[in-house]
């Protein structure tokens, strides 16, 4: 696997030399900390009201800041994945460079993993970079950090199973705009799957509901590690490995 | 070093090489030569286990590029068509990921980049992105990149192709001196190129094998009788080139004798034997005792365009190049 992380630095640094890796970080940066002085300031303006009306509903940073912030994370990243692997295997398509990585002595697999991971390390700069804020909320306030953790955790996972899946789409076309697209729109399809549980309970709506990424992060949200949650990340992540493999196979044979 | 039996490549619609075979000794530099279409790239594609074989088998440095592909490959430095250069990256910093790629690490990588850049004449990019390279010095970092590894086997896909003259003849010379230290392949479809830098050459046409030999017996072969060129001038300063073509033909042996040029006196003659015949002495003989002189007599050696055309059965375009070679 020491190819896998020689393929995983060249990505890296792919990235953070082109202004991609900035501009979502910015963007990121942006968007989260708009979330996070709203849901702050909503709850400051809750609790002062609370205080006037003379009422003590117990207020709780982790419930009213975190998880729906983390929430709020898991579906913004949605919109970010496509961007981060759209050029992973279109660029070295369109460009021919795919042939050095063919020809050289190195497993698919091994160039699979190494884009995949790189890319799981750019997302996870994404949230380091949105965890600035929450060091904000432990100087000022006390909020339990293991809920915390956890979100995180479950946001890798998801991220990890979405980031698998543009890898995939990846493949399949030397353009990068269109495997951006499509990735943007599977994602997106993935995330309103879980509405049909909304006015539906039949199994369909079931199996659809369960399909969809969101719905799996709830867990995560509340901090709790579900393995049923965590296990459907995992085979999400396997599977969009394994038809990436495939895929870059059978370009062979057919082209 | 590389031994290709019935290699077969079948597309949806055509079938790009056809039951292909042949040798590469081990330190040859060999031509793969045919026109656009051929079937060189793909070929290559299945050389170097980017592409598998419909049919057939290929090993090359004793392994079999569909059963030990991670074998064949480490033996292997091959140049694409268009070298694969990210433009982000810098020269040295390419390298570098190719070296790791092919398994080299530590102080070996080192040397390994300070060689082939100084090798490939490239020192001076090192630190250039490759984005920013004139095509000259991306080829010749696509190059470099190739024989980083220091591999057994060359393969190189029309090195040469979109450069300008002098670079051209940069990368010929630079190809020329890899040969002694590894096995070369490279394709073309331009002729000079083989008979410039190769030993050997495999013509092949829409998939076909057309010929492989040595480049001097392709030459001779496509050529059945001797021709010779003259350069003949009067005493006088002046030459009636009738007179002489009269006198020439009446040696014996001589099938045809043609003015090719004249000029200040000089005349100049491609006189074509018989089969057969060798009549170069004759001819001397019959100049001088006629009282001109004899500037110049060699052969005329075909070049290969002729030859190849020729061979892949392109006539009227083989004597336009036939009459085209001949001038002086
Ligand atoms: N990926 C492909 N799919 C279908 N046909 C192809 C493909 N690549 C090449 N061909 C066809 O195979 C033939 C040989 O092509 P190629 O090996 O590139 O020739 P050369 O390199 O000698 O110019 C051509 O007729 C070409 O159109
Ligand atoms: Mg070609």
């Given at each position: 696997?020491?190819?896998?992380?020689?393929?995983?630095?060249?990505?890296?640094?792919?990235?953070?030399?082109?202004?991609?890796?900035y501009i979502l970080l910015i963007m990121f940066g942006l968007i989260f900390g708009f979330f996070f002085w709203n849901a702050l300031g909503y709850f400051v303006n809750e609790g002062i009201e609370m205080q006037l009306r003379g009422s003590?509903?117990?207020?709780?940073?982790?419930?009213?800041?975190?998880?729906?912030?983390?929430?709020n994370v898991s579906v913004v990243g949605l919109f970010f994945i496509p961007m981060i692997t759209m050029r992973l295997f279109a660029e070295e398509k369109r460009t021919g460079t795919i042939e050095l990585l063919a020809t050289s002595p190195v497993r698919d697999l091994e160039v699979i993993v190494g884009k995949w991971l790189a890319a799981v390390i750019l997302y996870s700069c994404l949230l380091l970079f949105t965890a600035v804020n929450f060091a904000f909320l432990f100087k000022y306030g006390n909020p339990d950090w293991k809920p915390l953790l956890v979100g995180y955790l479950g946001l890798l996972l998801q991220a990890g199973a979405l980031l698998a899946i543009g890898t995939f789409i990846s493949t399949l076309t030397k353009n990068q705009i269109i495997a951006g697209a499509v990735t943007f729109g599977v994602c997106l399809l993935l995330w309103v799957l879980e509405w049909v549980s909304g006015y539906e309970s039949s199994t369909w709506a079931r199996v659809l509901a369960y399909l969809s990424?969101?719905?799996?992060f709830e867990s995560f949200g509340r901090g709790v590690v579900d393995s049923k949650d965590a296990i459907f990340y995992a085979t999400v992540i396997f599977l969009g490995?394994?038809?990436?493999?495939?895929?870059l196979e059978s370009l062979?044979?057919?082209? | 070093m590389i031994n290709v039996k019935e290699l077969t490549k079948r597309y949806a619609r055509t079938t790009a090489v056809d039951h292909i075979s042949f040798e590469v000794g081990k330190g040859q530099i060999v031509g793969f030569l045919g026109p656009n279409g051929a079937g060189k790239t793909t070929t290559m594609r299945m050389l170097t286990c980017f592409l598998p074989p419909s049919s057939g088998s290929a090993t090359v440095a004793g392994f079999d590029v569909l059963e030990q592909p991670l074998e064949a490959k480490r033996r292997i430095g091959y140049l694409p068509e268009t070298p694969p250069l990210y433009p982000e990256m810098e020269a040295s910093?390419?390298?570098?990921?190719?070296?790791?790629?092919?398994?080299?690490?530590?102080?070996?990588?080192?040397k390994?980049?300070?060689?082939?850049?100084?090798?490939?004449?490239?020192?001076?990019?090192?630190?250039?992105?490759?984005?920013?390279?004139?095509?000259?010095?991306?080829?010749?970092?696509?190059?470099?990149?190739?024989?980083?590894?220091?591999?057994?086997?060359?393969?190189?896909?029309?090195?040469?192709?979109?450069?300008?003259?002098?670079?051209?003849?940069?990368?010929?010379?630079?190809i020329k001196n890899l040969a002694g230290s590894h096995t070369i392949i490279l394709s073309t479809h331009i002729l000079p190129e083989v008979e410039q830098t190769c030993e050997q050459v495999i013509i092949i046409n829409k998939g076909k094998l057309v010929a492989t030999d040595s480049v001097r017996n392709l030459q001779a072969r496509a050529r059945g009788a001797e021709s010779v060129i003259l350069e003949i001038a009067g005493r006088n300063g002046t030459v009636e080139p009738t007179l002489v073509q009269q006198r020439l033909v009446k040696v014996s042996g001589v099938s045809n004798v043609s003015l090719?040029?004249?000029?200040?006196?000089?005349?100049?003659?491609?006189?074509?034997?018989?089969?057969?015949?060798?009549?170069?002495?004759?001819?001397?003989?019959?100049?001088?005792?006629?009282?001109?002189?004899?500037?110049?007599?060699?052969?005329?050696?075909?070049s290969l365009e002729e030859v190849f055309l020729q061979l892949t059965g392109n006539e009227t375009l083989a004597e336009k190049a036939a009459a085209k070679g001949a001038q002086p």
């Open positions: 696997m020491r190819n896998a992380w020689v393929i995983c630095r060249k990505e890296l640094a792919s990235y953070f030399v082109s202004p991609v890796a003590s509903f117990p207020m709780n940073l982790n419930e009213q800041i975190i998880r729906p912030l983390l929430q990424v969101i719905t799996h490995l394994f038809f990436t493999a495939r895929s062979r044979w057919r082209s | 910093e390419y390298l570098r990921f190719v070296g790791k790629l092919k398994g080299l690490s530590g102080e070996e990588l080192d390994r980049i300070d060689y082939v850049c100084d090798r490939c004449a490239i020192a001076d990019v090192r630190k250039k992105l490759l984005g920013k390279l004139s095509k000259g010095y991306r080829q010749r970092v696509g190059l470099a990149q190739a024989i980083i590894h220091n591999p057994d086997v060359l393969i190189l896909d029309e090195p040469t192709a979109g450069l300008d003259p002098k670079q051209i003849n940069e990368t010929r010379d630079l090719k040029n004249q000029q200040d006196g000089r005349a100049i003659f491609e006189v074509e034997s018989q089969k057969g015949q060798l009549v170069r002495g004759d001819l001397a003989r019959a100049v001088v005792e006629s009282g001109w002189d004899l500037n110049e007599l060699r052969p005329a050696s075909m």
